[in-house]
């Protein structure tokens, strides 16, 4: 029970100084991706060997993102238009060997998604369902890594809100990569 203590305690206060954690830039590229399932380590792809332990933290730590931004703008992960896909480093604290990132497949689009979304798709929810879990990154691909659209929760007060309504933004376009990290 303490470490769980301790866990939500640190994890909060990291979600909590993330506005501090600016996103990087990581590559500008061709679009092209889709919001398709991709398992890296299939059909000829290149197993990450990324820590089980480590993608569960970078869900659980964008899940704490929302919940200390829970009602503010930093409650979303927000692609405005631009020229072309550009792919993003999700914010994320020691996150050993998983980056996380997030790109724009439709750079036409103001694309703008719940951080707990986000989460939600990389390990199926906080109390995944086994539909859920398999569904999600972590499920789905395990230790090889992936990439997917992320799952929306439409149903999510959030989006109806009429400062996101007035946005103009939509709950799509953003696909989410899992991926080794070279730190």
């Not at 869900?59 to 409650?75: F, P, S």
Request: aromatic fraction near 8%.
């Amino acid at each position: 029970m303490k470490t769980a203590a301790l866990f939500a305690l640190l994890t909060a206060s990291l979600a909590a100084a993330a506005p501090s954690l600016k996103p990087r830039l990581v590559q500008k590229r061709a679009c092209g991706e889709t919001a398709d399932l991709i398992c890296y380590g299939t059909n000829g792809g290149t197993p990450q060997n990324i820590n089980p332990d480590d993608i569960a933290w970078a869900a659980q730590y964008l899940r704490n993102i929302a919940q200390v931004n829970n009602g503010t703008d930093g409650t979303f992960w927000n692609m405005p238009p631009a020229n072309d896909c550009e792919e993003w480093q999700l914010p994320l604290a020691f996150g050993e060997t998983v980056l996380s990132l997030a790109k724009h497949i439709n750079p036409r689009i103001n694309s703008s998604v719940l951080f707990e979304d986000t989460a939600n798709t990389i390990d199926g929810g906080a109390n995944p369902t086994a539909e859920s879990f398999a569904n999600s990154l972590l499920g789905a691909c395990g230790t090889d890594g992936g990439m997917i659209g992320v799952y929306v929760n439409a149903s999510n007060p959030a989006y109806l809100t009429p400062r996101y309504v007035s946005s103009r933004a939509t709950p799509g376009g953003v696909i989410i990569k899992i991926v080794h990290s070279l730190l």
